[in-house]
Nanobody, 123 residues
Framework: QVQLAESGGGLVQAGGSLRLSCAAS????????MGWFRQAPGKEREFAAI???????YYGDSVKGRFTISRDNAKNTVYLQMNSLKPEDTAVYYC?????????????????WGQGTQVTVSS
């Protein structure tokens, strides 16, 4: 069992930066691929980024070049550094954990989800 808790959301002006954190419980954090998803008002939840158990990363087109995902297995934490934020980045951001071999883009392949943290970017 893995429990996830996001933090670091808030209100920021366009062009600004935020760093989200996702703290995980459990001793097997390092075995999971860790992803970030987001859901904007009135829209479906979409994939943002993932860092695999071996450290490889992959990004959605809408965040590529602006967001950086990383993980610290010693702290059981995954981060999402968000730079050059735009109003369209406004969303609730969720972290999620998937076992190895999962399809990163399929939300149903993720075993555990956090409660989400709100990010609001003003213009």
């Amino acid at each position: 069992q893995v429990q996830l808790a996001e933090s670091g959301g808030g209100l920021v002006q366009a062009g600004g930066s935020l760093r989200l954190s996702c703290a995980a419980s459990g001793r097997t954090f390092s075995n999971y691929d860790m992803g970030w998803f987001r859901q904007a008002p009135g829209k479906e939840r979409e994939f943002a980024a993932i860092v695999g158990s071996a450290g490889y990363t992959y990004y959605g087109d809408s965040v590529k070049g602006r967001f950086t995902i990383s993980r610290d297995n010693a702290k059981n934490t995954v981060y999402l550094q968000m730079n050059s934020l735009k109003p369209e980045d406004t969303a609730v951001y969720y972290c999620a954990a998937a076992k190895k071999g999962a399809n990163w883009l399929r939300q149903q392949d993720y075993d555990y989800w956090g409660q989400g943290t709100q990010v609001t970017v003003s213009s």
